[in-house]
Structures are given as structure tokens and as C-alpha cells.
């Protein structure tokens, strides 16, 4: 059993930044693919990022790339999502997640999730 537990949203403004962090528990989070998520109001949930158990590999989406940044720390059983450059339509909720056994972009194959952090951007 995992728990996660994210941090770091908030109100900032368009051009701003904000670094999200999602702390798990357990002591087998290195194994554990991790991946970022966002909703907003009236969306479906919308893949943001992942990263392999070992940080070797890493996919964004189209929407994100270039701008935010995932990375893991694997002694502090934890994964960041460095977010520059930030824009109004990244307003959303974003939530982590893990699984053991799959890494992509689905979010339907992640088997934990966090409770999510709210993210505002205003205009």
C-alpha cells in the first residue's frame, strides 16, 4: 500500500512559477513508477507527466513540455513537478500517482493516488 500526499499549489500569476511535490509512503517507492495529473472543473483528468522508477525515463504532454519539469528523489521518497512559464488553461486540481507495474500515460493504470493540490493561474 502506497500513500501520497501532494503540496505546493496555490495562486500565482500568468509567466509565474510553482514547484509541486508529492511525498509517498512505504519503503518501496523506488520501485514504483510515478506520474502527474491534472482536472479541471467539467474535464476528464489530463496525463501531465511520468517518470520511470529510476528517473531513466521521462514523457510529458504536448501541452506541458518545455515548461514544467518532473523529477523524483527516490532517498526522500519523493517526486516534483517543476512548473515555469505557467498559463490560465494550467489551472486545474493536480494529483500524483503510482504503480509498480505500469508507466505511460494512462490514468486509469495507476493504481494510488494523492489527494491533489489546487492550482490557480490568474490572467
Known amino acids: 500500500q502506497v500513500q501520497l500526499v501532494e503540496s505546493g499549489g496555490g495562486l500565482v500569476q500568468a509567466g509565474g512559477s510553482l514547484r509541486l511535490s508529492c511525498v509517498a509512503s512505504?519503503?518501496?517507492?523506488?520501485?514504483?513508477?510515478m506520474g502527474w495529473f491534472r482536472q479541471s472543473p467539467g474535464k476528464a483528468r489530463e496525463f501531465v507527466a511520468t517518470?520511470?522508477?529510476?528517473?531513466?525515463?521521462?514523457t510529458y504532454a504536448d501541452s506541458v513540455k518545455g515548461r514544467f519539469t518532473i523529477s523524483r528523489d527516490n532517498a526522500k521518497n519523493t517526486v516534483y513537478l517543476q512548473m515555469t512559464s505557467l498559463k490560465p488553461e494550467d489551472t486545474a486540481v493536480y494529483y500524483c500517482?503510482?504503480?509498480?507495474?505500469?508507466?505511460?500515460?494512462?490514468?486509469?493504470?495507476?493504481?494510488?493516488w494523492g489527494q491533489g493540490t489546487q492550482v490557480t493561474v490568474s490572467s
Open positions: 512505504g519503503r518501496t517507492f523506488s520501485s514504483y513508477a
Open positions: 517518470i520511470s522508477w529510476s528517473g531513466g525515463m521521462i
Open positions: 500517482a503510482a504503480d509498480r507495474n505500469y508507466y505511460g500515460r494512462g490514468y486509469g493504470e495507476y493504481a494510488y
